[in-house]
């Protein structure tokens, strides 16, 4: 059983139009992390969100932590080619306990 | 600003051979994790160390082994290799409560 559901897992869309990726749980987290990671690379972190309903802005990436702090959504406005790349959401309860992950989306954007 | 360094890079080794991977964790940084991430797959989480002792402990197989240093560097050795042993190996490091940060990862061929 996953402990983070993202959706949709596969993605392909053209340049300048928008798209929401989501990434939801039965469990309440302390913190919530979106990565982006290239091929053969790490992942590289985007945003943390810690307050339910919190929500953070990077250039045309909009985050948002549910009230509850069980889910999260990422929304990209004028998608762009290099905005291509997986997508991962990563939350852990607090402490020194693993920090998991949902299954990625492997977001495409054709020129 | 300082990340996380893994080496090597890359590695390749025969079957039922033993690699080591290291991790450098970012200065002052309690934690470090260890995943495994196949081919089109999310990292899985294979284990984790908080100031020096072992936190949590995933999916790693027997043949698996870790440990985190005085200096908080931390080796992950790996015996009697299998080619499903084939996968990039991340290191991440985060400080209590704090996001986490990964390095370029190492690369393993098993062949």
């Known amino acids: 059983t996953q402990l983070l559901e993202q959706s949709p897992q596969f993605l392909s869309i053209q340049e300048g139009e928008n798209l929401t990726v989501y990434c939801n749980s039965s469990?309440?987290?302390?913190?919530l992390q979106w990565y982006r990671q290239e091929p053969g690379e790490g992942p590289v972190l985007l945003v943390t969100?810690?307050?339910?309903?919190e929500v953070k802005k990077l250039k045309r990436l909009t985050f948002q932590f549910g009230d509850a702090r069980k889910d999260s959504s990422l929304h990209i406005t004028a998608a762009q080619p290099g905005d291509t790349g997986l997508y991962l959401c990563?939350?852990?309860?607090?402490?020194?306990?693993?920090?998991?992950f949902g299954q990625g989306t492997r977001l495409t954007i054709n020129p | 600003a300082a990340g996380v360094i893994q080496s090597p890079r890359h590695l390749i080794k025969e079957k039922r051979e033993t690699a080591t991977l290291k991790c450098y964790p970012i200065?002052?940084?309690?934690?470090v994790y260890w995943y495994q991430q196949g081919p089109g797959q999310d990292p899985q989480f294979l284990i984790s160390?908080?100031?020096?002792?072992?936190?949590d402990k995933g999916s790693i197989p027997d043949r698996f082994s870790a440990q985190q240093f005085s200096d908080y560097h931390s080796e992950l050795n790996m015996s009697s290799l299998e080619l499903g042993d084939s996968a990039l190996y991340f290191c991440?490091?985060?400080?209590?409560?704090?996001?986490?940060?990964f390095g370029q990862g190492t690369r393993l061929t098993v062949v």
């Open positions: 969100v810690v307050t339910g309903g």
């Open positions: 160390f908080y100031e020096k002792m072992q936190s």
């Open positions: 990563a939350a852990s309860s607090g402490g020194a306990q693993k920090l998991v």
């Open positions: 200065p002052r940084h309690d934690t």
């Open positions: 469990s309440v987290f302390s913190s």
């Open positions: 991440a490091s985060r400080q209590k409560n704090t996001e986490a940060f």
